[in-house]
T-cell receptor
């Protein structure tokens, strides 16, 4: 597609449930990033993929968070045993390798109740 | 972790006025970028800076990469109502790393 697509746009889940957030990057972009944005803050880095492999997952807050990109295109961010503190907008971005000016999607707003 | 200090936090200006905002860091950055975010949308890249001292323009926007590599500023000239939004600076401070550190943003309000 023309841009980075994220689904769903909104997700409300109960504390303790499992959620999956999907990202479709721009076709041909080998680099894919996940960021988390809390209210009133800038985006915070979670994980970066180059192709199928996670090149840097140093931003994942704990082992409840996991992300995959099995075919080097679509990525899924998975959160287990969700907590209220996980509520935020989860942003996905993609770029050509080595270019920092990446293109962001509109995000998934996750609310844990 | 590494933080960027972005100021001011918010600005209220009249249409037609010029705007200036800046970002500082305690560490040296290799790349500085400026993004704009509208409500319900992801950040959109405005300007990317790659060399110390670099001054780059994009229409009414001008940004500079500080000589010390620890700061950057963004100027908007002759503001218009559609300039409303949150402006973020971001940088890459770990040479070779693809991840960015973002500031907390400057919220701009333009009164017609």
């Amino acid at each position: 597609g023309a841009g980075v697509s994220q689904t769903p746009s909104n997700k409300v889940t109960e504390k303790g449930k499992y959620v999956e957030l999907r990202c479709d990057p721009i076709s041909g972009h080998t680099a894919l990033y996940w960021y988390r944005q809390s209210l009133g803050q800038g985006p915070e880095f979670l994980i970066y993929f180059q192709g199928t492999g996670a090149a840097d997952d140093s931003g994942l807050p704990n082992d409840r968070f996991f992300a995959v990109r099995p075919e080097g295109s679509v990525s899924t961010l998975k959160i287990q045993r969700t907590e209220r503190g996980d509520s935020a907008v989860y942003l996905c971005a993609s770029s050509l390798s080595g270019f920092h000016g990446y293109t962001f999607g509109s995000g998934t707003r996750l609310t844990v109740v | 972790g590494q933080q960027l200090n972005q100021s001011p936090q918010s600005m209220f200006i009249q249409e037609g006025e010029d705007v200036s905002m800046n970002c500082t860091s305690s560490s040296i950055f290799n790349t500085w970028l400026w993004y704009k975010q509208d409500p319900g949308e992801g950040p959109v890249l405005l300007i990317a800076l790659y060399k110390a001292g670099e001054l780059t323009s994009n229409g009414r926007l001008t940004a500079q990469f500080g000589i010390t590599r620890k700061d950057s500023f963004l100027n908007i000239s002759a503001s218009i109502p559609s300039d409303v939004g949150i402006y973020f600076c971001a940088g890459d401070y770990q040479g070779g790393s693809e991840k960015l550190v973002f500031g907390k943003g400057t919220k701009l309000t333009v009164n017609p």
